[in-house]
């Protein structure tokens, strides 16, 4: 199974802050993913990220989020002004579009 | 509307029992199934996907269009089945697979 391994693990930041979720798959998949799980919640996707630009997003995926591949192998997610909704585990996950998607291990962020 | 059910929050069970757990889908067209596991602290991995046909750990899963369920079986629990399991559903289009997940069902699997 691919490795993907997201960075950190757990990240505390201050309301408002901006924080960077990073995403290392060692592999050559094409299609990169951010979910997140609320606690208690559901796994909902955010967006999907393909030939270095964003296929398709949900509707949570507002202007607070950005998301890039800037040196071809880090995937980073951005939040720009956390708010206190944004407490969350952040799922990574890579794909090759025709196969099952592979997910790391999870980035706690926890918004104070 | 693309929705995943999965009724059941938490299910207890007794060690060598059969198991059971729940997925109903909701989408228009032919989508792809898939069954997640995520064990304590790690990571979600991939269990079953319905095109496979595939028994991973003892578990199946066969897709009922009819009913439009995707249920999960075991037929004898082990306790190191204890997990969270996610339903899952993948819209089938042109090059990308976009999951949609159930609420999960929490196995708990007693000695």
């Known amino acids: 199974e691919p490795e993907v391994t997201q960075t950190p693990s757990h990240q505390v930041t201050q309301m408002g802050q901006e924080v960077i979720l990073r995403c290392v798959p060692i592999s050559n998949h094409l299609y990169f993913y951010w979910y997140r799980q609320i606690l208690g919640q559901k796994v909902e996707f955010l967006v999907s990220?393909?030939?270095?630009?964003?296929?398709?997003k949900s509707e949570i995926f507002d202007d607070q989020f950005s998301v890039e591949r800037p040196d071809g192998s880090n995937f980073t997610l951005k939040i720009r002004s956390t708010k206190l909704e944004d407490s969350a585990m952040y799922f990574c996950a890579i794909g090759t579009g025709s196969s099952p998607l592979h997910f790391g291990n999870g980035t706690r962020l926890t918004v104070t | 509307a693309q929705r995943v059910t999965q009724p059941e929050k938490l299910l207890s069970v007794f060690k060598g029992a059969p198991v059971e757990l729940k997925c109903n889908y909701s989408y228009s067209g032919s989508p792809e199934l898939f069954w997640y596991v995520q064990y304590s602290r790690q990571r979600l991995q991939l269990l079953l996907r319905?095109?496979s046909r595939e028994s991973i750990k003892g578990f199946t899963a066969d897709l009922n269009k009819g009913e439009t369920s995707f249920h999960l079986k075991k037929p004898f629990a082990q306790e190191e089945d204890s997990a969270m399991y996610y339903c899952?559903?993948?819209?089938?289009?042109?090059?990308?697979?976009?999951?949609?997940f159930g609420a999960g069902t929490r196995l708990a699997v007693h000695p």
């Open positions: 899952a559903l993948s819209p089938v289009s042109g090059g990308y697979n976009k999951l949609i």
């Open positions: 319905h095109i």
């Open positions: 990220f393909y030939n270095n630009e964003i296929s398709e």
